[in-house]
Structures are given as structure tokens and as C-alpha cells.
């Protein structure tokens, strides 16, 4: 059974091909491939939600302390009668909770789109209560489909600690003209295609091993939410004028990331 609630922290780098090839070969001896997916490699869709006056997105953007997002994600290709996964993502600093239920994709677009009133005990779904703060959090901000995410991701997980897993996003890319995850993940590259979205997730310390891999690398921490890069390439023109856009240009990454040692020297 999948599991449904996770605790953990983590840890963002915006890399590029080469140290993304680099990375895989030296942390080889230490990781396995993912159990799902063709050796680890596999699709994410997802749905991601909002209000009409974009509470989720500025809340993401600000960095508040306490954030969450929803989110209806698919793997691979899929239809409505495939499984689907109706997921809160937390975060707290720097711990992120996630609490998700399975359902048919069906049964999720049902729930969306039936009465608000309809008891919730009338859905197919693994955990009911998950489905309650779920709904809770749907009504409370007025959510509603946004967009659609996808990437290609590869995943890792430690030999020997259970809780260390390290996944790689490619080919990051977003639509909003067509909301229907069963329709694939096509869409329109919203980080530089030469760029790769790391994330290292622990349930305590990055192993000593692994950040000296990182640092031989030069693979420096760096915030690239997806979903702000999504809407702010989707939506830009109804986001306030002095909204700061992610960087996520792989020109630009390596000039700030120069910058960015070549001043930790001054100190």
C-alpha cells in the first residue's frame, strides 16, 4: 500500500545536464533506482489548484512560514479509470508534510465537479480523513483548477538509509488550456530545458558523503518552485508589474552562482 503521510525535509538545487550526469554516476554506489517506473524513470502530472485571487501562489511566492498547495497527481500515462493521488503539501520552515489519498481518476473529477454538499463518504477514496482536510482546505480558500505541471523525473533511494531519497525533474513544462491529466503531459517548458530541478529529502541530516559530492560539484542550494514558475509564465500579464520572476535560465544560473562563490571568499 502506498504510503499516505510523510514527514520530511528538503533540500532544492537548480543543476545543469552535466552535473546532473556527473551526480548520478558518483552517488551510484550508494543509491538504488526507484522501485517504480522504468529503472527509476517515470512521468508526473499533476493538477495543481488556486483561488481566483491567487492566495496559493503569493503565499509560495513570499515564503511564509507556514504554506501549502493541492495538487491531483498522475504517473505515466493514465485514464479515468487509473489511480490518482489528491495530495496536500505543507510546508514549515523547512520540514514539508505532505498528506495524499488514493482514488480513480474518475471518482477525483466527480468530487470536483458534483455539488459542494455531496457527503464525501460517497467517494471511493483510501483514507477518508485525508479526504476531509482535503475538502476543508479546498473550500476554505475557494480552490479551483489552475494548471497542469508535468516533468520527467528520476528517482533514488540510499542503499542503506530507507529515508534518503534524491530525484531529478526533467523537462519541466506547464499548460493551462487543457486541464485533463489523462491527456498527457504536454505543455510548454517553463524552466530551461538545459536545467535540472534536484531534490535531496531526508528525514534528518544530508549524509556527509552526499554534500561532499554536492560541493565537489558545485551544486548549490537554489529555490525553483514549480508552481510559481508555472503560473508566473502562464499568467505574467495578470500578476502585479513588480513581481520578481524566478530565474530559471541556465545563463543566468551559472552567472549568479559565480557570483555567489566568488563572494563567500570576501568573508
Known amino acids: 500500500m502506498a504510503i499516505e503521510i510523510f514527514r520530511r525535509r528538503e533540500q532544492k538545487y537548480l543543476i545543469d545536464r552535466w552535473q546532473y550526469g556527473e551526480l548520478v554516476r558518483q552517488i551510484s554506489p550508494y543509491m538504488r533506482p526507484d522501485k517504480f517506473g522504468n529503472d527509476g524513470h517515470y512521468t508526473v502530472t499533476s493538477l495543481y ?34 489511480t490518482a493521488f489528491f495530495e496536500v503539501k505543507q510546508k514549515h520552515e523547512k520540514v514539508v508534510n505532505k498528506r495524499r489519498m488514493l482514488l480513480p481518476l ?12 455531496t457527503p464525501l463518504q460517497n467517494y471511493e477514496t483510501s483514507n477518508i480523513q485525508v479526504f476531509k482536510e482535503i475538502d476543508y482546505f479546498r473550500k476554505f480558500y475557494g480552490l479551483r483548477p489552475e494548471m497542469v ?7 533514488m533511494h540510499c542503499i542503506t538509509d530507507p529515508d534518503l531519497r534524491i530525484t531529478f525533474d526533467l523537462n519541466l513544462r506547464c499548460r493551462n488550456d487543457d486541464l485533463l491529466v489523462e491527456y498527457g503531459s504536454h505543455g510548454d517548458n517553463f524552466i530551461d530545458p538545459h536545467l535540472v530541478v534536484l ?37 505574467g500579464d495578470k500578476l502585479p508589474v513588480d513581481i520578481v520572476k524566478e530565474n530559471v535560465n541556465l545563463v543566468e544560473v551559472h552567472k549568479e552562482g559565480k557570483k555567489d562563490r566568488y563572494e563567500s571568499t570576501l568573508f
Not at 149 to 155: G, I, K, L, N
Request: net charge negative.
Open 106 to 117: 474518475r471518482e477525483a473529477y466527480r468530487y470536483l465537479n458534483e455539488d459542494p454538499s
Open 49 to 82: 489548484f488556486d483561488s481566483d485571487d491567487h492566495k496559493i501562489y503569493f503565499e509560495t511566492k513570499n515564503k511564509l512560514n507556514f504554506r501549502q498547495k493541492l495538487r491531483l497527481r498522475v504517473y505515466d500515462e493514465t485514464d479515468l479509470e487509473g
Open 199 to 235: 531534490e535531496v529529502k531526508v528525514s534528518d541530516a544530508v549524509p556527509l558523503w552526499l554534500t561532499r559530492i554536492l560541493q565537489a560539484l558545485g551544486c548549490e542550494q537554489r529555490s525553483a518552485s514549480k508552481f510559481c514558475t508555472s503560473m508566473e509564465l502562464l499568467k
Open 149 to 155: 505541471v508535468s516533468y520527467d523525473r528520476h528517482a
